[in-house]
């Protein structure tokens, strides 16, 4: 018998949903965004922004109080974290956006967590079992099945590269993630704000000094706005309340819809089509990724908010 979900129970899936909602929407907004804002400005705007809506965290008496305690070994942890997580990974996504379809590009994304389990292998010694292999080759099944069916637009060779690049960094986000979370000794809400706010001015000072400072519309302004505020700290916030109730399992499943979401959404708002193989393909691969997660979930894991998406 299935037992009965208690209202907070219910009330953080349904939060956890939300959140997934509004990261899959972000790839809509940011190819709208991108037809007049240049990306590494784009991106550096909202993550500055955003940042600077989660500055109260870091601006409590405990938490002041806990960051004078840091040593020099976990402030170069956080910047380093924060340099990675949203300087690197989401210069490459802005970039790539610029020259792929928002599917193709959540695709190539969605392979995070199978190259986390094989560099968690190689690097860090974890165990690498045959359900999580059996995982990965799914899901490049599927994907290949989706890249073979799909002709994909000019300049798309760029776009692949500066994803492949984008993977990479989101995959060293993960694990050292991993290693901040669990050594620093600081709460998830405060290692946001702080790896954030540096990860923001690095990636708005190099976006300013590359690409010049963008002439923003009101409907940019509106975007990048919206982004800030909606789909990255009040995310980020729901998110941390969500897994306080969750199970790792219900984690990575309300995580692993993100595929799907991103694919209907640019159906429906940014004129991408799919075709029966592709849909079939973006199937297989995100089933390869859940069966990735599900192999390596511990009954402790936390599941880790995407980045963005």
């Given amino acids: 018998m ?30 709208w965004g991108l037809v007049d804002i240049a990306p590494l400005p784009f991106a550096g705007l909202r993550y500055a922004l955003a940042a600077l809506l989660l500055s109260p965290i870091i601006l409590t008496s405990a938490n002041r109080r806990r960051l004078a305690e840091c040593g020099r070994r976990r402030w170069a942890l956080l910047i380093a974290f924060g340099l990675l997580q949203y300087a690197v990974t989401q210069a490459c996504q802005f970039l790539a956006l610029t020259y792929l379809p928002a599917t193709t590009l959540s695709l190539m994304l969605a392979f995070t967590p199978a190259l986390v389990a094989i560099l968690g292998g190689v690097l860090l010694g974890e165990h690498v079992g045959w359900r999580e292999m059996a995982g990965v080759a799914v899901f490049l099944g599927g994907a290949a099945l989706y890249f073979l069916s799909k002709a994909l637009p000019a300049g798309a060779v760029i776009g692949l590269v500066i994803g492949a690049v984008g993977v990479l960094a989101n995959a060293g986000q993960s694990l050292l993630g991993r290693k901040v979370n669990r050594d620093i000794g600081l ?23 590359v690409q010049g400072w963008p002439e923003i519309s009101p409907r940019g302004w509106l975007i990048v706005g919206w982004l800030a505020a ?11 309340r969500a897994q306080a109730v969750l199970s790792a399992l219900e984690s990575s499943l309300i995580n692993n819809t993100m595929l799907i979401q991103i694919a209907v959404l640019a159906v429906l708002f940014l004129g991408e089509r799919l075709s029966v193989m592709q849909v079939i393909g973006l199937a297989l691969a995100g089933a390869g990724v859940l069966f990735v997660q599900l192999a390596r979930m511990r009954p402790a894991a936390v599941v880790r908010a995407p980045t963005d998406r």
């Fill in 2 to 31: 299935t037992p009965h979900l208690s209202r907070a129970h219910l009330t953080a899936i349904a939060a956890a949903l939300f959140v997934t909602l509004l990261w899959s929407s972000s790839w809509v907004l940011i190819k």
């Fill in 230 to 240: 909606a789909n990255t700290a009040l995310a980020f916030w729901l998110w941390n």
């Fill in 187 to 209: 709460p998830p809400s405060l290692i946001t704000a702080v790896s954030m706010a540096a990860g923001a001015a690095a990636l708005l000072t190099t976006g300013v000094a």
